[in-house]
């Protein structure tokens, strides 16, 4: 069935650095993305959403691009700190359903 | 605001034991959701309530899982009986309706040996 996907599973950056993180969908009926963050013993948290009628949204350090053209989602963490040492997940959902789906995850570890 | 709890927080038995996972949802909250996740992967619904009715339950193995939420508000999630694929995080979601933010519980690690 179709799923969403992550290019890479883990990615390390210096402190202060920007970190971007990619994912890739494959069904172009999805109309709502989402970024999560996991921390290590605790549920997933929203970080930010999208909707398939924008191509970008800002949050407080955050940022989601949507590029419908090549089925490409990123979340773009400025000035990374080390309190953003998690796993990100990023999740879709079909338009006129309500499950959400779930990709494999990246672990992001920041390097002071 | 209180969060989503969840107990037990970790639970160990053995195959063809059963189990039970409680859930309370945030307060007010009409959508309740279960999810698996395995190690290195990320959360997959088995079911999602709306008040006490379900809506989805797809991914439910329900030959061995079963889920209640009688009075719209607490869950439970059980297995019975648990085989050793089992071992996963069991994650417990809210949000006030469908298409709103879901907020997740800490979740109950289950090791099955």
């Known amino acids: 069935g179709e799923s969403v996907g992550l290019h890479l599973p883990t990615l390390s950056v210096q402190e202060g650095d920007n970190s971007i993180i990619n994912c890739a969908y494959s069904?172009?009926?999805?109309?709502?993305f989402i970024w999560y963050k996991q921390e290590s013993g605790k549920g997933p948290q929203f970080i930010i959403d999208?909707?398939?009628?924008?191509d970008k949204r800002q949050g407080q350090r955050v940022t989601v691009l949507l590029n419908k053209t090549v089925k490409h989602l990123s979340l773009q963490i400025a000035a990374t700190q080390p309190g953003d040492s998690a796993v990100y997940f990023c999740?879709?959902?079909?338009?006129?359903?309500?499950?959400?789906?779930f990709g494999a995850g990246t672990r992001l570890f920041v390097k002071a | 605001e209180a969060g989503v709890a969840q107990s037990p927080r970790y639970k160990i038995i053995e195959k063809r034991q059963s189990v039970a996972f409680w859930c309370n949802p945030i307060s007010g909250h009409a959508t309740l959701y279960w999810y698996q996740q395995i190690l290195g992967q990320g959360p997959k619904l088995l079911i999602q309530f709306q008040n006490n009715g379900v809506v989805d339950d797809s991914q439910l193995p329900k030959d061995r899982f079963s889920a209640e939420r009688l009075k719209g508000v607490d869950s439970t999630l059980k297995i019975q009986p648990a085989k050793l694929e089992d071992s996963a995080v069991y994650l417990c979601?809210?949000?006030?309706?469908?298409?709103?933010?879901?907020?997740f519980g800490p979740g109950t690690r289950l090791t099955v040996l």
């Open positions: 979601a809210s949000s006030w309706g469908p298409d709103n933010e879901q907020f």
């Open positions: 069904n172009s009926a999805s109309d709502y």
């Open positions: 999208i909707r398939s009628n924008m």
């Open positions: 999740a879709e959902k079909m338009a006129g359903g309500f499950k959400t789906i």
